[in-house]
């Protein structure tokens, strides 16, 4: 292809962002009607587990190879492939349940098969917007991205599942897959500069691997980022796996409200993520980060100390926006520590290192809040995100000056001679 304007304003990068919210609906309809159907379908706790490891499972074992091939492979054809693929699945998962054989071994393959090949679209989606946006934007192209994520696997995609699963199951599977060819068809019309990485000796895929996860390791910015992310989403998966029980039981929220609290996090993250560039570009990426970090540990304290049914609210808005700011400008910032090379290869280390410990946290907060308390286990995990921001805010104060750095090496690497 020729070459094409990048930029926010420049079609490429907004067809790039329709497919982004596409596919984001798609997500949205598939993370809320697979586990649903399960539990209706098969009505078993043990298979309703099976299927949610299964959808799991590819971030643990399939993402740090899949980001090594995406950096190989042009990131265009990639995404567009790995779109086709999921749009395949969904529709004939569809099928199969219409013709009413989707057992659960069926519904387990085809988790772990969507969820594989969502490693590679991820991967590639994220060295696309880089190219696309340019890292001067990066800011404001990752505030765009959270947002139609957000609106769509949040709150649009749950509301059409609702609904269309009422209607007939099999349909939301179909609507996904519709979606997902939507999204195919929107990113083969975006313009890229450069389609294929640079040239580079092809190694095996294993020492690939090692050498993004070294990478990834030793810059110590990209590393203390990377680990936030991390630290933090084992932490907020502990008080998301008690924090509705605690509403109920604590709080006096009727269950049928429950699920309002996702949509508040959903609404503060919308409102944060374009503000959080504007504030990135007055304070610096550093400070506002720490902000963030604090902003969710004063959301989850005042979940923590409530004593009605609005404060539920209320800390749930505000740990949307402190989860807003801290994911639009976490995600600048690693692209912008990341050699375009690697792009795929830390993306994926980076879920994997998400999701790895996402379990884990859920896993512990049920234990540790029998041996003490619902609100114990909240109040716990405010203290630990407050000291997560005190332990990084050194090199997170000195975020500019790394990245000024890894952008001067990167030049120079990649000059002639």
Request: aromatic share 6%.
């Amino acid at each position: 292809m020729g070459a094409s304007a990048t930029g926010l304003r420049s079609r490429a990068f907004r067809r790039l962002l329709a497919a982004w919210g596409a596919s984001s609906i798609g997500d949205g309809v598939l993370t809320a009607a697979l586990p649903l159907f399960t539990a209706v379908s098969i009505r078993d706790p043990l298979s309703v587990s099976i299927v949610a490891v299964a959808s799991v499972l590819p971030w643990l074992v399939v993402a740090l190879p899949a980001g090594a091939l995406v950096d190989r492979w042009p990131p265009r054809t990639t995404l567009i492939l790995s779109l086709v693929v999921r749009s395949g699945l969904t529709l004939s998962l569809g099928a199969l349940i219409t013709l009413g054989s989707a057992n659960v071994a069926v519904l387990a393959v085809c988790a772990f098969m969507l969820s594989s090949a969502e490693t590679f679209a991820d991967a590639a989606g994220q060295t696309l917007l880089v190219t696309l946006a340019g890292r001067s934007e990066l800011e404001r192209a990752n505030g765009r991205v959270v947002s139609a994520e957000t609106a769509g696997v949040e709150i649009a995609g749950p509301l059409a599942a609702a609904g269309l699963f009422a209607w007939r199951p099999e349909f939301c599977f179909l609507a996904v897959g519709i979606t997902f060819v939507v999204a195919g068809l929107l990113t083969a019309t975006v313009s890229v500069r450069i389609e294929r990485p640079e040239k580079r000796e092809i190694t095996a895929l294993r020492t690939e691997v090692l050498e993004g996860m070294r990478f990834l390791v030793r810059q110590r910015t990209l590393r203390v980022v990377v680990g936030v992310v991390g630290v933090t989403a084992f932490v907020t998966s502990g008080v998301n796996a008690v924090a509705f029980l605690y509403a109920i039981d604590s709080l006096r929220l009727p269950a049928a409200s429950v699920a309002t609290l996702l949509v508040c996090t959903a609404v503060g993250a919308l409102a944060a993520a374009p503000l959080a560039s504007r504030l990135a570009l007055r304070w610096g990426s550093g400070r506002v980060m720490i902000c963030a970090l604090v902003v969710l540990a004063v959301g989850i304290a005042t979940l923590g100390a409530g004593g009605s049914q609005w404060v539920a609210w209320v800390a749930y808005l505000v740990m949307g926006v402190g989860a807003g700011a801290w994911n639009v400008l976490s995600s600048a910032n690693r692209q912008r520590l990341t050699p375009r090379s690697l792009m795929g290869r830390v993306t994926s280390a980076h879920r994997v290192l998400a999701w790895g410990l996402m379990p884990l946290g859920a896993a512990l907060a049920g234990p540790v809040a029998s041996m003490t308390s619902l609100r114990a286990v909240i109040i716990g995990a405010a203290v630990l995100v407050i000291a997560i921001a005190v332990l990084s805010a050194p090199r997170l104060l000195g975020l500019a000056r790394a990245i000024n750095h890894a952008e001067a090496g990167e030049v120079v690497e990649s000059s002639p001679g």
